[in-house]
C-alpha cells in the first residue's frame, strides 16, 4: 500500500495521536512523541472523525512541507501555486507551511525527516504512473 511509508515513519517515530472534537466539524488534533509535540485544528467531514488518524495530520504535514520546499521565497510560491489571496492571507498561509516544515522535521527527527520525504516522492511517482492518471 503507498501510505504504508506513512505507517512506517509514525511507528519509527513513536508518534501518537490524541485529538478532541470542537465546533462546526473542526478537530483539534496533537501529535507527539519523545522529540515533541504539533497541534492542529483541522475540518473533518461530519461523521468522518473516527476516520481521522495520525497518518492523516502527518500526510497533511509532509504535503505542506514539500510545497515549502520545491519554492525559493514568498514570491516564487505565490508564483508556483497561483495563489490569488489577499496578500496577507497568502503571507499567512506561505508561513503556515514553513511552520509544518519545520514541526515536521521535528517530530521525526533528523535522520527520520529525509527518508520520509524521499518516501513521498516516490509514492507520488507510483501513484503518477499508474495506467488511467
Known amino acids: 500500500m503507498v501510505m504504508d511509508f506513512v505507517n512506517d515513519a509514525i511507528a519509527k517515530a513513536g508518534i501518537k495521536m490524541f485529538s478532541e472534537p470542537m465546533e ?8 507527539e512523541n519523545e522529540r515533541c509535540h504539533v497541534t492542529r485544528e483541522v475540518s473533518v467531514a461530519a ?4 476516520e481521522f488518524w495520525a497518518g492523516s495530520l502527518l ?3 509532509m504535503l505542506n ?3 515549502f520546499a520545491a519554492c525559493d521565497d514568498f514570491a516564487d510560491w505565490l508564483d508556483e ?10 503571507r499567512a498561509k506561505y508561513e503556515q507551511l514553513e511552520k509544518d516544515q519545520k514541526s515536521l522535521e521535528f517530530i521525526l527527527g533528523p535522520a527520520l525527516y529525509p527518508e520520509v520525504m524521499a518516501q513521498l516522492e516516490i509514492s507520488q511517482a507510483i501513484s503518477n504512473a499508474r495506467p488511467g492518471r
Request: with cysteine.
Open 81 to 90: 501555486t497561483g495563489c490569488k489571496l489577499p496578500k496577507d492571507e497568502a
Open 47 to 50: 461523521g468522518r472523525e473516527d
Open 59 to 61: 500526510y497533511h504535514l
Open 24 to 31: 462546526d466539524g473542526q478537530l483539534r488534533c496533537r501529535l
Open 65 to 67: 512541507a514539500q510545497q
